[in-house]
């Protein structure tokens, strides 16, 4: 009898988040004031992180920029300044533990406690199984999913204190689908999108909603590092679209955030068809990540870690 009892409340629960969920869509979310918090940005030296940092700038925030390129994120300081907003920046390499852990001492020391972070630093090594290096696998997984661990660990303390705060996942439509010649990639997309749910349900667990989570998920994006990306129906996003959906869903406290926002219909297409209707969506989309130039990889000291985001 209790069991189904408990049932009975499962069912009801489920009923009333999703009448929740569909009431939201008509009800403006409140957007909250990121003015004078402490927001560092990963990537920070091109493209999502350029653009997330100069979004932030204007909303009176107080930066903290991490890069691999010196010279990129110098660049995107100078601009963040110029919008007026107190910038610090520090070169990172985001796929080091040891100097992750030593660079998030020394913003505590010189700016104080985080209280948003961005995790877009990211790596993509674009080749078919057989032919990727293992060098690259293991920095794929390095950068796109054990660093936000590792930053997050650094951070969460005293967001816990405070309970405030938000931690940002960048992670990539590949987070739930699949595409060939990525297989590195996705993985690692895939591991980003569990990071960001488990650590969600993790922070309710622990009662700590004053600190919120959201993960971005677009598709192709244009950030200089791929020649001629392509899909029959998605398009390719420019960054300053990625951008404003990312910065709303911020505000708005938005846990996922698909770029363009009608992709997660097509996710449900393959959820529930079966291998042959998977095989013709497929081919319908028709993805292909165009001629993405290895040359142009991370390993590079010179390249930003914000590479091409599917």
Not at 23 to 51: C, D, M, N, W, Y
Not at 53 to 81: M, P
Not at 103 to 114: I, N, R, T
Not at 273 to 280: L, N, P, R, W
Request: aromatic residues 8%; neutral net charge.
């Amino acid at each position: 009898m209790k069991i189904i009892l408990d049932l009975l409340l499962l069912l009801l629960i489920i009923v009333y988040s999703y009448l929740e969920s569909l009431l939201k869509v008509f009800i403006p979310r409140r957007r909250k004031s990121v003015a004078g918090e402490i927001v560092l940005i990963t990537g920070a030296g091109h493209g999502i992180g350029r653009q997330t940092a100069y979004e932030f700038a204007q909303r009176k925030s107080r930066l903290v920029l991490w890069d691999i390129n010196k010279h990129g994120v110098e660049e995107t300081a100078a601009e963040c300044r110029k919008l007026g907003a107190t910038t610090h920046v520090f070169v990172v390499d985001c796929s080091n533990r040891e100097e992750i852990y030593s660079s998030v001492d020394q913003v505590k020391k010189e700016v104080g406690d985080v209280t948003i972070v961005v995790n877009n630093a990211g790596a993509i090594y674009p080749a078919d199984l057989l032919s990727a290096k293992d060098e690259e696998i293991t920095k794929t997984f390095e950068v796109n999913i054990l660093g936000h661990f590792w930053i997050t660990k650094a951070l969460l303390p005293s967001m816990i204190r405070r309970n405030h705060g938000h931690i940002v996942t960048v992670a990539s439509v590949c987070g739930h689908g699949v595409i060939p010649y990525l297989i590195p990639y996705c993985s690692s997309k895939f591991a980003a999108v569990g990071f960001h749910r488990a650590l969600t349900s993790e922070l309710e667990a622990l009662g700590k909603t004053g600190i919120k989570t959201s993960c971005l998920c677009p598709v192709f994006v244009n950030t200089g590092f791929t020649k001629n990306p392509s899909t029959r129906i998605w398009p390719v996003l420019e960054t300053e679209e990625v951008v404003r959906s990312l910065i709303d869903g911020i505000l708005t406290n938005k846990k996922m955030i698909f770029v363009p926002s009608y992709i997660n219909i097509s996710l449900l297409l393959f959820t529930f068809c079966h291998k042959g209707g998977v095989i013709c969506i497929s081919e319908v989309i028709d993805i292909s990540p165009g001629n993405l130039d290895s040359s142009l990889c991370f390993l590079q000291p010179s390249v930003s870690h914000d590479v091409l985001c599917i």
